[in-house]
């Protein structure tokens, strides 16, 4: 996935629909989500299972008054999920069109979630260290992207 995402990168995307990938942003906060469910049951699952949702893509008989999450019958509704999704997401694109990231932080390939005081902190630290080093030329406006990797396990071999 985050191939798929460096790729867009230098591209116009605001939005990136996927399907599958439950595994890899369950509970990654800067991947929204859209959760299909069929019974009541999969209802306290998922919000166990899944971090941020915006909707719930539910039949129409299916209850879920106690839920703040709106739920939506896709096949029936679709304009009613778009509304959720441009309502929810919509401000998130606005912002990140005016607030371009200047830094990055990946732990073991999962990109960490970093509001705007953050970055710009960190970025500033590490640019500050980083510009004292001799053959280091830094001028301020330098992306910066912080990679953080488990060592790769060495496998031993019975003799």
Known sequence: MNQIIKHLEDE???VLILEGFRKLVAKDLTVPKIVTIKTAQEIDETQKYFKPIIALAAPTQLSTKELKIPKVDALKEQEKLTEIVDQRIGPIIKKRRTHKETLSIQV???????NPFVQKFVRSVVLSIV??????TIKGEESVTVEIKQPKQKIKRKS
């Open 12 to 14: 116009d995307v605001d």
């Open 108 to 114: 073991n390939e999962k990109t960490l979630p970093l």
């Open 131 to 136: 510009s004292t080093l001799k053959a280091a």
